[in-house]
């Protein structure tokens, strides 16, 4: 009873005020009032409900501020992502404009942006390559039809009677000729296609550069007196090369047939395997401009003959294509693939080709093939 006298205490619904009474000097008793504080835990209560529905409220405006946020920076973009990617699927070109964002969905923007033009480029190549396909197809069954034809015209007359003895010899070479054409166009397509085959690599053995391009370009002179033409022959190479001999042979068997096909009867053709620096006598002005390197060696085939336009100088090296002037020359028409052929397989030697002209003048191929480094360089 005596606790708490002459304090005034204060509880959640009330005050509580205690003090004793005295009669000269006597404890009489103690008296407690106390004040209930009704209206005052009635606002409480109020106030506290207020402030409850205040909360809720409130985390319902951030949550909702929250979800509306995500909405605009990442659920939208994505849906919006994800429509391009369909669409791109469907074959369209689609232009984002998520990628001058600064965020991950601006990554990823250009990441699929990115990829888009790389699979484009891809299309646009398997494209490419199929139209090439298919026109080379066409192009080398009508080509392979023309010396068929010739062959089965020359044999049905072979079995007639009545020929003499001339006519027979003349009808069997020209069935032979014509079927050794039609050996070579199958040739090409074959080598063709096997260096377009990305399994396929050349086995490149070391070889004595002057024995071995010194017998390369031997035995070419009767060839080319049959053709009307006659032969310049340079060789002066030495050192180590790493070449495949069968594909290399094939590349002057291909540079020197060009030059008869497309050189002018009865002028001069130029060939040469020399070390770079040692530029052949006979070389054309423009061509000696062109042998810049320092090591290595360079084949070079060049003729006199009408030249080639420059716009056409790139595009010959592309299969199947042939300038306009070589297809005009009846029966001189060529598969189209002797000079991709060659640029393939002086790639795989680890060379360079080009191919240099002048109109009125003529044209010449220059090959460079890199020294032989040794197997661990």
């Known amino acids: 009873m005596l606790n708490g006298l002459y304090d005034l205490q204060q509880a959640y619904n009330a005050f509580t005020y205690k003090e004793p009474v005295y009669l000269k000097g006597d404890l009489l008793g103690i008296y ?25 409220l ?8 929250v979800i509306l946020l995500l909405h605009r ?21 689609v232009k984002s404009n998520l990628s001058v964002r600064k965020d991950e969905i601006g990554a990823l923007a250009k990441t699929f942006e ?26 080398i069954s009508h080509d392979l039809k023309t ?7 020359y044999a049905e007359s072979l079995q007639t009677k009545g ?24 040739e090409d397509l074959m080598m063709f296609t096997l260096l377009q ?54 590349v002057i068997d291909n540079l020197l047939s060009n030059a008869w096909r497309y050189g002018e009867k009865g002028t001069t053709i130029g060939l040469a395997a020399v070390d770079a620096g040692n530029n052949p006598e006979w070389g054309f002005d423009f061509m000696k401009s062109a042998l810049t390197k320092q090591e290595g060696m360079y084949i070079i085939v060049q003729n006199h003959g009408r030249g080639i336009p420059q716009q056409d100088i790139v595009k010959l090296f592309e299969p199947m294509y042939q300038a306009d002037y070589a297809r005009s020359k009846a029966g001189e028409r060529g598969t189209g693939l ?17 191919l240099l002209s002048r109109e009125s003048i003529g044209t010449a191929v220059i090959c460079w093939l890199p020294p032989y480094k040794g197997v661990n360089e």
């Not at 209930?36 to 409480?44: A, N």
């Not at 990829?115 to 390559?129: V, Y």
């Not at 010396?147 to 015209?153: D, K, R, V, Y």
């Open 58 to 65: 409130l985390f319902l405006i951030i949550y909702l501020t």
């Open 32 to 56: 407690e009032i106390q004040l209930i504080r009704t209206d005052w835990v009635k606002g409480v209560e109020k106030r506290s409900w207020l402030v409850i529905a205040s909360t809720i």
């Open 147 to 153: 010396p068929l034809t010739a062959i089965q015209a």
């Open 197 to 250: 085959s990305t399994n396929y690599t050349l086995e490149l053995i070391a070889v004595d550069g002057e024995e071995f391009f010194d017998m390369a370009l031997s035995d070419y002179e009767p060839l080319c007196e049959e053709q009307g033409f006659t032969l310049k022959v340079c060789c002066a190479v030495d050192g180590l090369y790493a070449v495949h001999p069968k594909q290399l042979q094939r």
């Open 114 to 139: 990115a990829m888009q033009d790389e699979i484009e480029k891809t299309r646009a190549s398997l494209k490419t390559e199929q139209q090439q396909k298919e026109m080379m197809i066409a192009s």
């Open 73 to 93: 920076k990442l659920n939208r973009p994505l849906r919006e992502l994800m429509q391009q990617m369909r669409h791109f699927a469907k074959g369209q070109h």
């Open 338 to 354: 002797g000079l991709n052929i060659t640029k393939q397989i002086i790639e795989k030697h680890g060379g360079t080709v080009e």
């Open 163 to 186: 020929l003499t003895e001339q006519q027979e010899a003349e009808y069997q070479q020209v069935i032979v000729t014509k079927a050794d054409r039609m050996k070579h166009m199958l």
